[in-house]
Every structure is written in structure tokens, then in C-alpha cells.
């Protein structure tokens, strides 16, 4: 099987680029033919396709109002990923193509061009771009439904962005999009969670949406299903993410639980100020951060946002640990509440600070509920299943019987 894989950056970037090289590696793993097609980058990986990206696309750095033009149009369709790309596809002559994050960059103008040449079309989901134009569902740090799919004048209006110009400009692409019908020729579109899926039938018709949950890859984590007493939360340092929730709550039970902060954001220097009995690590990776997990009590998602099919909980999960999340977006498909973890209501710090409380009273419960995560672990989110499934999904579509 000949796969084209799409996405705008050839490098670990996030969560969504996770996803996309673990895919790539299993299916060079089982011999299949992958293309590979993106965008310049030095910190890219190597790849024999790497002629073919386009060049690197930068929206924060354009200097000339010549240069803030182009990429304004460039934003909306880029020639020259339709350009390079055809002439990818006439060299290599792919079955499929499998597009995960080509937003502003690759954009969706590629799409056509697949079907032009008669090829099946795979769009991993990974965030709620077909929805709110700004993918992410939040205004000035709430969560933020206004588009609905449809109404996409309002991060222009509402002014999401901060930014009317940004504002019109994300308005004109959706539109754009949807008046060239873009997205029509999609044939399937892979959603990390049953949340997203739901979302996206309000723009999307059911039957080309399948719920495909992220793997993790669960022969990389050992569980020892015991710990040091501290909870931990590893994230972004930002509003979104619903550290300052969980800060306040750990007031109220500081003098029996430290807590360790791994990660670094925009709210970084104002919590170490604030919040100065927390113990911050900055940004840990590898296995450093392996250890900071494996040796935590529970770990604590307090998202204040449309968490989608979250990371972190399922590295959580794989070592073996309890999570309390916010019961919002993906996380109650991932957190069984009272068997794997425990969920509170999103911003409730009285409530939070109680589902804390019954976690650091209980190491008996913490294990418990440590050995059942990983168990749900192994059973719906390991990357050995989610592979078998991908692979069905593409067979399926290239299957000359309905």
C-alpha cells in the first residue's frame, strides 16, 4: 500500500505530531510504501521526500507589508504546497492520503488536488478547527462555542483573537473553505474521542466520522503501582489548562500533600510568586520525566478548555496512576470516575480539593485505581490496537466492494 502522510511540521511539535510518528513508524515498520509531505523545518526529521516540502512558513515573523500580504493569502491557500505536492503525487502515485494538522501552512486547498487524482482522503482530527476558526474554542481564556460550525463572522465580530485583522482574516479561510466545498472530499474523518466526534456532525455528516482513540504504546511504561506521596500536574502553564484551579485547591491540603509542577507557559513567573510552597521542575522530558510520574501519588488534569483525547492522562495511565481530571470535553472517556480516577466539576476548587483529599487518605484506593487505569489502558488505548484499526480504516476505503 502506497500512504501519503500529510501534516505541516516534520518534527515533534505537540501531541498531534506524536500521533502522526508513531503511525508513520508502524506502518514503515510493516512494510507499507510511505510518502511523506511537509514543510521545511532545520529541526525536522530525515525523510528521502524532504525536496518536496514547502518552504517554512513563519506568521510571527513576516517583516514587509509585501511579505504580511503573501502570507494573508498564503494562510487561506498555499500555490505552493498544491504546486509541490502534485508533483509529488505524479512521481509516487500514492492509494491514500492520511492528512493530520495542514491548518495555515499546507491548508486545506490540498485536498482537491487529492481527489483530482482519484485517491482516498483520511483527516485525523486534533482539534476543533472545522468548528470555531480559531481550532481551539476559547475566547479570552474561556471555553467558546459562538461558530457552531457555521457562524464563522464571529472571531471577526467577537474579536477572539485579540485582533480584528487576525479575527477576519480566520473568518475569510473558513468561508473560503466552505464555499469551495474543501472538506467534501474527505472520505473519513478520525476522531481521538466520542466529545469530538459530536462536535464535528454539527459541520460534518455522521456517517464519514469514526471515532479512532489515541494509542500509547504500553511495552515503553512499567507500572510499580506504588509511589511518594506527592501530586503532580505536567502541562502547560496557562489559563486554559486550569492550574491556578488546582494551586488554590492544593492550598487547602498543602500541609499533607506537595505537589510538583512540570512544565512552563505564560502563567509561569505570577504561580511562582503566588504560589511559592509548590515545588516547580520547569521543563523535564525523557526519562526524567518518567520518573517524576512513576513515583507521583496521582496526577491531576484540571482543564479548563475542550480537552480532546488528553497525552497526559494516557502517560498517566500507562504508569500505573490515578488521575483526577475536569469532567469537560474527552477526559470522562479516558477517567471512569471512582474506578480509574476521580472527576470534579471544571473550576470547583472546594469539590477538587475534596476528590485530592480522598486520594491522599487512601493509598490503598491509589493503588486500586492505579492498577485499574492501566488495565483500561492496555485494553482501549494501546497503540497496537489503534494501528489495527488505522490500518482496517484505509483498507475499508480502498476495498472495490461497499
Known amino acids: ?72 493569502i498564503s494562510f487561506i491557500h498555499c500555490s505552493e504546497a498544491v504546486s509541490k505536492l502534485e508533483q509529488l503525487i505524479i512521481q509516487e502515485k500514492p492509494d491514500i492520503a492520511h492528512l493530520h494538522n495542514i491548518y495555515h501552512q499546507l491548508t486545506p486547498s490540498i485536498i482537491p488536488l487529492l481527489k483530482k487524482y482519484g485517491m482516498k482522503v ?16 476559547l475566547k479570552d481564556g474561556e471555553i467558546c462555542d459562538a461558530c457552531q460550525g457555521k457562524s464563522f463572522w464571529k472571531p471577526f465580530i467577537l474579536n477572539c ?52 482513540r489515541n494509542g500509547i504504546d504500553t511495552g515503553k511504561y512499567q507500572a510499580t503501582f506504588s509511589d511518594q506521596g506527592y501530586a503532580l500536574y505536567f502541562g502547560r502553564l496557562s489559563k486554559e489548562k486550569g492550574i491556578e484551579t488546582l494551586l488554590q485547591a492544593h492550598k487547602n491540603v498543602a500541609a499533607e500533600l506537595p505537589l510538583k509542577i512540570v512544565g512552563t507557559g505564560p502563567l509561569e513567573d505570577k504561580l511562582r510568586i503566588d504560589y511559592p510552597t509548590v515545588e516547580y521542575l520547569g521543563y523535564q522530558s525523557g526519562q526524567t520525566l518518567h520518573d517524576i510520574i512513576t513515583n507521583a501519588a496521582f496526577v491531576v488534569v484540571p482543564s479548563e478548555w475542550y480537552e480532546n483525547c488528553s497525552m497526559v492522562v494516557l502517560e498517566s495511565m500507562a504508569f500505573g496512576k490515578p488521575v483526577i481530571g475536569s469532567r469537560i470535553g474527552g477526559i470522562p472517556e479516558q477517567v471512569e470516575d471512582e ?33 485499574a487505569a492501566r488495565e483500561k489502558l492496555e485494553k482501549d488505548y494501546s497503540l497496537g490496537e489503534h494501528n489495527k484499526k488505522l490500518l482496517t480504516v484505509y483498507s475499508d476505503l480502498l476495498s472495490p466492494f461497499p
Request: glycine letters at 6%; proline letters at 2%; a positive charge.
Open 1 to 72: 500500500m502506497k500512504i501519503l502522510l500529510v501534516n505541516k511540521f516534520f518534527h515533534l511539535n505537540g501531541g498531534s505530531e506524536t500521533v502522526f510518528f508513531q503511525e508513520r513508524e508502524f506502518l514503515l515498520a510493516k512494510g507499507h510504501h510511505v510518502i511523506d509531505f511537509s514543510m521545511q523545518d532545520e529541526r525536522n526529521i530525515a525523510s528521502p521526500y524532504s525536496d518536496f516540502f514547502i518552504k517554512k512558513i513563519d506568521f510571527q515573523h513576516s517583516v514587509s507589508l509585501k511579505d504580511k500580504i503573501g502570507q494573508a
Open 122 to 137: 483520511v483527516v485525523t482530527l486534533h482539534d476543533y478547527k472545522l468548528i470555531c476558526p480559531s481550532y481551539i474554542a
Open 161 to 212: 483573537q485579540n485582533s480584528h485583522l487576525q479575527g477576519l482574516l480566520l473568518s475569510i479561510e473558513a468561508y473560503w473553505h466552505k464555499w469551495k466545498r474543501s472538506y467534501d472530499g474527505v472520505d473519513r474523518f478520525l476522531s481521538p474521542s466520542s466529545f469530538l466526534a459530536d462536535l464535528t456532525a454539527k459541520r460534518i455528516a455522521t456517517d464519514k466520522i469514526q471515532v479512532l
Open 339 to 371: 474506578k480509574t480516577g476521580l472527576l470534579f466539576e471544571m473550576g470547583n476548587v472546594q469539590e477538587l480539593t475534596r476528590k485530592m483529599t480522598i486520594l491522599v487518605e487512601s493509598s490503598t484506593l491509589r493503588f486500586q485505581m492505579g492498577k
